[in-house]
């Protein structure tokens, strides 16, 4: 792991969450509105969370985890500022360009069937990134002041400093997290699924 980062990458606070009680250690990404052309790229293997409140819809939320919505609302209330906790380390990167592969791996990740459906089809060009990471919680949140350079609809964003990793624990044991990345490995399979 690295001392310090200041790579991060914009996710749902919700999704933020679910990550750090370690019920979901899988990531699905296609790109934001103002991404590149070729829209999502991998361009960090370790990176901050940055979690935002923006464009969360309890419909794309698996059901089980829509309580996640308020529950991060209060714990993000300052809109000037921002509260990054959770840090990532990307095991695999994937992009997964079979849709049944990807509904293989219904319930191991935090976003609905159709949610997954329209976001595989998004700028008709069928795949998804799916990205299985190892949270790590440090034993204080950073709060940062929210600025301008952050805004916008775009995966990655680099924070004004590079934040100390010290400290930071996993939040799944090395057996529980070998567990599930064999789970979710297996139940993908290797047929649409390309390697980055």
């Given at each position: 792991m690295k001392d310090r980062n200041a790579s991060a990458l914009k996710e749902w606070a919700a999704i933020e969450q679910v990550l750090a009680t370690g019920e979901v250690s899988l990531l699905r990404r296609?790109?934001?509105?103002w991404e590149r052309r070729e829209g999502f790229e991998v361009e960090h293997r370790e990176f901050w969370i940055f979690p935002t409140l923006y464009h969360?819809?309890?419909?794309?939320l698996a059901p089980q985890l829509r309580w996640l919505l308020e529950s991060a609302r209060a714990s993000h209330p300052e809109p000037d500022q921002v509260r990054i906790s959770l840090y990532l380390k990307v095991e695999d990167a994937l992009r997964v360009e079979s849709i049944e592969a990807l509904q293989r791996l219904e319930g191991l990740h935090p976003l609905t069937r159709p949610t997954v459906e329209a976001?595989?089809?998004?700028?008709?060009?069928?795949?998804?990134?799916?990205?299985?990471?190892?949270?790590?919680?440090?034993?204080?949140?950073?709060?940062?002041?929210n600025t301008l350079d952050y805004e916008g609809c775009i995966s990655w964003v680099e924070l004004d400093e590079a934040l100390a990793t010290h400290g930071a624990l996993p939040v799944l044991s090395d057996g529980e997290f070998a567990a599930r990345r064999t789970e979710i490995l297996d139940r993908l399979g290797e047929a649409g699924v390309v390697r980055l």
């Open positions: 296609k790109g934001g509105i969360q819809n309890p419909d794309e976001r595989f089809a998004y700028r008709n060009k069928p795949y998804l990134h799916a990205l299985l990471v190892r949270a790590y919680r440090v034993p204080e949140p950073y709060l940062l002041p």
